[in-house]
């Protein structure tokens, strides 16, 4: 197997798998892998929870806060984990 592949860098290309990628019909990109689905599933559920749980946090404010930041941190999941060889 080894022999097969010339660079160190395209056997690691191959072994690489992404969770996230193009989408076949639409823009964007969506969970191609279990991994993908999973974090797509626990952000769900955390945003879900953080509007079951908002009426116990002190200020409204907090609420949005929550809410960015876990859609900022999906973002960077996403971007971490993006297979940027398909063309958009």
């Known amino acids: 197997m080894a022999a097969q592949y010339r660079r160190p860098e395209a056997y690691m290309a191959k072994q690489r798998s992404y969770w996230f990628g193009r989408k076949r019909v639409g823009w964007g990109i969506g969970p191609t892998s279990w991994q993908g689905w ?5 952000y769900t559920a955390l945003m879900i929870a953080s509007t079951k749980v908002g009426f116990l946090v002190a200020h409204p ?12 941190a999906l973002f960077a999941v996403m971007f971490v ?8």
């Not at 999973?38 to 626990?42: D, G, K, L, T, V």
């Not at 404010?61 to 900022?72: D, I, N, P, Q, Y």
């Not at 984990?81 to 958009?88: A, G, I």
Request: charged residues 20%; glycine residues 4%; proline residues 0%.
């Open 38 to 42: 999973a974090i797509m599933a626990a």
């Open 61 to 72: 404010m907090w609420e949005g806060v929550l809410a960015v930041s876990l859609t900022f």
């Open 81 to 88: 984990t993006y297979d940027r060889s398909e063309r958009l």
